[in-house]
Structures are given as C-alpha cells and as structure tokens.
Nanobody, 128 residues
Framework: VYLLESGGGLVQAGGSLRLSCSVSGAPREDVTIGWFRQAPGREREGVSEVSRRDGKTFYLDSVKGRFTISSDNTQNMVFLQMDSLKPEDTAVYYC??????????????????????WGQGTQVTVST
C-alpha cells in the first residue's frame, strides 16, 4: 500500500485546509486510513481515522467539531477537512494505513502501532 499526501500549506488562524491522501497498491476492503501529525519536539499523535469496512470514524478530542475525515472509495482517496485552524494545529500531517486484526474491538483507535504503511507527510502551518 502506498500513500501520498497533498494539500498542506500556510494558513492564518481561523482558516481552513483540505488534506488529501491518495491510496494505491490494491488496499484491502477492510483497510483503515488514518491521519496523524507531529509537531516539532512533540510525539506523533493520531488525528482522525476512517474504517473502510463500515465507515466508522474516530477523532482526537482537540479536533472534534473542527476536522472532518471522509473517503471516496471509488477513487481510493481519503480527505481531511480542517476548519477553524489554530496555531497548535501546526505540524507535519501523515496519512497511514492499517489492516486488521487490531488489538481491540475491530478498530485501530488512532493507535500508531496498528498502522503499517505511512506516507511522507505534508506540512501544515497555522499563523497567528
């Protein structure tokens, strides 16, 4: 599975960006696609994920109500719409893929150790 992110950039606080992840390499029907981010000096954290199996989504608490993950399975694309951006959202954003089985209840739960495939990342910078 190969993943390629796009859509990052520089935006003012309160603005929006839409990240795209192109998934290739014959992903399985039960793949989970997630978005992670890593800011300088901080650990990588899971932002959002969507299960291709049933469409269930998960979000990091700090982005709930501001970010929306969606997918177009016919095009093997996953999107992350980011609204009301804050300076603390500044990070490199990575797209990643995971396959079951998972450690608990059939979902990856934004656990990076469940993910086997990673994109190269795209920079998002939110200015004040």
């Amino acid at each position: 599975v190969y993943l390629l992110e796009s859509g990052g950039g520089l935006v003012q606080a309160g603005g929006s960006l839409r990240l795209s992840c192109s998934v290739s390499g014959a992903p399985r029907e039960d793949v989970t696609i997630g978005w992670f981010r890593q800011a300088p000096g901080r650990e990588r954290e899971g932002v959002s994920e969507v299960s291709r199996r049933d469409g269930k989504t998960f979000y990091l608490d700090s982005v709930k109500g501001r970010f929306t993950i969606s997918s177009d399975n016919t095009q093997n694309m996953v999107f992350l719409q980011m609204d009301s951006l804050k300076p603390e959202d500044t990070a490199v954003y990575y797209c990643a893929a995971a396959h079951p089985p998972y450690a608990r209840d059939g979902y990856a739960h934004l656990d990076e150790f469940e993910y086997s495939y990673w994109g190269q990342g795209t920079q998002v910078t939110v200015s004040t």
